[in-house]
């Protein structure tokens, strides 16, 4: 099953026609078109009941993200489909994690070359719950405080019609640093099995593998020591002074090995499960959507989650 998002940010409808064209060439496609939010999900939990072999998603992160759960609404499994990725987002962090080129027709070639040679490579997971809620899952990374509020402001900018682009992301996350949130009643606490809380927070990243994210061509990365083979690491921040915070911003853009260091930040690598919880509603997104506020929510990493084509 080729599942296609009509309105992936990056790509025109001559370019999907192309691609879909070069999957159908010699493959026994089904394509599904998505025609509203979560619709992924529908059709992926469908392809998983039906048995087929592997899905495809052209899309961007979020149809990527809702593909995912559709696959893994009754839990991992050797028998699921694999899953394929040819990214036509605005950033593509997974398939970039994987190793695909950012291009999508770039990206197209490489995976009919994993398809045809039956590629594959079994990746973990992070899970994202509620209280009293299910499980969600996620690919890449979930935030907490600022910055899943910069991606609901975000998201309201393009429900006017502004494009997603880095520079987009770049100029909400500044205008809502100086104007919009709390900077200064930290409202996080991180709560680890077995271990003291560590209280007093601004913002929290949970990260299943590194880059966080990109800016155009540049890697975000708080965390680099994140992987698919591990659990998940989280990067939190005590303070949102401005010249610490620039600090920071700075480490992350140029870190490649080691974790952005500071006297006001919190590191936790290969964790099973951590929790953070706020005595106001905190906002939090999953893979770069906004999903909402909670005053409490748990991650967990799930290895071995999900078989991709690479």
């Known amino acids: 099953m ?3 998002n009509p309105k992936a940010t990056s790509t025109t409808r001559r370019a999907r026609d192309i691609m879909l064209r070069a999957f159908t060439g010699d493959l026994n496609v089904d394509l599904a078109e998505t025609a509203h939010r979560g619709h992924a999900v529908e059709l ?3 392809a998983a009941h039906e048995g087929y072999d592997r899905v495809v998603v052209l899309g961007g992160d979020g149809t990527v993200n809702e593909a995912v759960n559709g696959l893994l609404a009754e839990g991992p499994s050797p028998e699921l489909p694999a899953l394929a990725v040819v990214p036509c987002g605005s950033a593509n962090v997974f398939a970039r ?12 070639r490489q995976v009919l070359q994993g398809l045809r040679a039956g590629r594959h490579r079994t990746v973990g997971l992070g899970t994202a719950r509620l209280p009293d809620g299910p499980e969600r899952y996620f690919t890449f990374n979930a ?17 006017k019609g502004n494009r997603a682009h880095a520079s987009l992301y770049v100029r909400t996350a500044i205008r809502h640093f100086f104007a919009g949130t709390d900077r200064r009643r930290p409202a996080l606490t991180l709560e680890q099995p077995g271990r003291p ?7 929290a990243f949970v990260s299943n593998t590194s880059p966080w994210t990109f800016l155009g061509p540049l890697p975000v990365n708080p965390s680099p020591r994140a992987n698919f083979n591990k659990g998940l690491d989280v990067f939190a921040l005590r303070s949102l002074e401005v010249a610490p915070a620039l600090g ?8 490649r090995t080691r974790p952005v260091q500071g006297r006001q ?4 690598h290969d964790a099973a499960e951590v929790t953070l919880r706020s005595p106001r509603p905190a906002a939090y997104q999953l893979d770069g959507d906004y999903l909402g506020e909670t005053p409490a929510i748990t991650f967990r990493a799930v290895p071995k989650a999900i078989r991709v084509v690479i």
């Open 265 to 268: 930040v919190v590191n936790v």
């Open 44 to 46: 992926a939990r469908k």
């Open 2 to 4: 080729l599942i296609a």
């Open 248 to 255: 920071t911003v700075a480490q992350m853009l140029l870190a």
């Open 97 to 108: 994690a994987l190793g695909l080129p950012g291009d999508p027709i770039g990206a197209t």
């Open 197 to 203: 809380p560590k209280a007093g927070l601004f913002l």
């Open 143 to 159: 935030g907490v405080g600022l910055d899943a509020e910069v991606v609901r402001e975000v998201e309201r900018q393009r429900e």
